[in-house]
C-alpha cells in the first residue's frame, strides 16, 4: 500500500485488501524492529563488498570477505538478503572459437601431471593454455600461466592470432617474474606448445613441458577454470568497442584484481598474493 499510495487512493485499497485504514497507519509510523534495523546496517556492508567485487561476488564470498572483517553473520543470513535486495554474482558465457590446433607432425611432450594439481610450493607446477578475447574489430587471443600452488597468474600475453609468439611471450614473463628451477609447465598439445621455438625455449629455462590427451579439458582443468572465472567476471559483462580497450581491460582484471585482491575458495578464501604471502611467513616462522 505504501510504495502505491501516488496511484490510488488509501481507503479504496484497504478495502480491496481486507484491512483498516488505521491499521496501515499505525503500520506506517511504527518504528522498525530491531532486527530490520540490523539486517538494513548488514545490507550496506554487503552492497559495499558486493560493489568492491566489480560486482562479481556471491554469497559465499561475501561471506567470507565479511567474516574477514571480524563479522559473525552466517552465509545464510547474507544470502537472503542478497536475494532480497537484488544482489548477484558473476554468470557463465558458452561457446567460442577454436584456440588449441593441433600440429599431426610434431611430438608431444609427456603427461607429467596426470591431472594431479597439487603443488607443495611455488614454481613447482605451471598451468598453461589459451583463450580468446571477443571485441568490435575481431578477436584477441589470451595467453597465461598459472602457478598451482597459489592459482596466480605468474605469465600472460595477448595477440590478434594464434602463433607461437603468444605463448612464449606468457612464458617469458613467467620466468622473468619467478626465476624457476626445473617447473613442469603442464598444457595441451596445441600447435603453440608443440612448436620447437618454445620446446627450445623450455630447455634454455631449465623449464620441463608437460601436455595432457588431445581434447579433454579434464587434462588442464586448472588453467580452464581460471578461463571461466575470466569469462564470468569480466568478458561476458563487458564489450570492447577496440582491441586496446580489450588489453586494458584484461591488465586491469589479472594484475589489479584477480591477483592480489579476489578470494579463491580453494585458498581458503584469500588472493593468490595473499596466499603465497601468507605461507612464506608460516615457513620463515616454522
Not at 92 to 113: I, Q, S
Not at 228 to 235: G, I, K, P, Q
Amino acid at each position: 500500500m505504501s510504495a502505491n499510495q501516488a496511484c490510488f487512493p488509501v481507503a479504496a485499497m484497504a478495502r480491496v485488501l481486507g484491512v483498516s485504514k488505521a491499521g496501515f497507519y499505525a503500520w506506517l509510523h511504527r518504528a522498525p524492529s530491531a532486527h530490520a534495523v540490523a539486517d538494513a546496517a548488514l545490507l550496506q556492508r554487503v552492497r559495499t563488498v558486493h560493489v568492491s567485487s566489480r560486482q562479481t561476488y556471491g554469497a559465499p564470498r561475501v561471506h567470507a570477505e565479511l567474516r574477514a572483517r571480524g563479522a559473525t553473520h552466517s552465509r545464510k543470513r547474507i544470502a537472503r538478503l542478497m536475494r532480497d535486495a537484488g544482489l548477484v554474482g558473476a554468470s557463465h558465457r558458452r561457446g567460442g572459437p577454436t584456440t588449441t590446433r593441433r600440429d599431426k607432425e610434431a611430438r608431444p611432450a609427456p603427461d607429467l601431471v596426470d591431472r594431479n594439481f597439487t603443488a607443495s610450493g611455488p614454481n613447482r607446477l605451471w598451468v598453461a593454455d589459451i583463450t580468446y578475447i571477443p571485441t568490435a574489430v575481431g578477436f584477441l587471443y589470451l595467453a597465461v600461466v598459472l602457478d598451482a600452488f597459489s592459482r596466480k597468474i605468474v605469465g600472460w600475453a595477448m595477440a590478434n592470432n594464434l602463433r607461437a609468439e603468444l605463448v612464449l611471450d606468457a612464458l617469458e614473463m613467467a620466468v622473468g617474474q619467478r626465476r624457476p628451477k626445473d617447473v613442469i609447465h603442464h598444457s595441451d598439445q596445441g600447435s603453440q606448445y608443440t612448436s620447437v621455438a618454445f620446446g627450445k625455449r623450455c630447455g634454455e629455462a631449465g623449464v620441463r613441458p608437460s601436455m595432457g590427451s588431445v581434447g579433454d579439458a579434464y587434462d588442464n582443468a586448472m588453467a580452464e577454470s581460471f578461463f571461466s572465472t575470466l569469462e564470468a567476471e569480466l568478458l561476458s559483462r563487458r564489450r570492447f568497442a577496440s582491441q586496446a580497450e580489450a588489453r586494458m581491460a584484461c591488465f586491469s582484471y589479472i594484475e589489479g584484481w584477480y591477483n592480489p585482491v579476489r578470494l579463491h575458495s580453494a585458498l581458503g578464501y584469500r588472493s593468490p598474493m595473499a596466499y603465497e604471502a601468507d605461507m612464506q611467513s608460516a615457513m620463515t616462522h616454522a
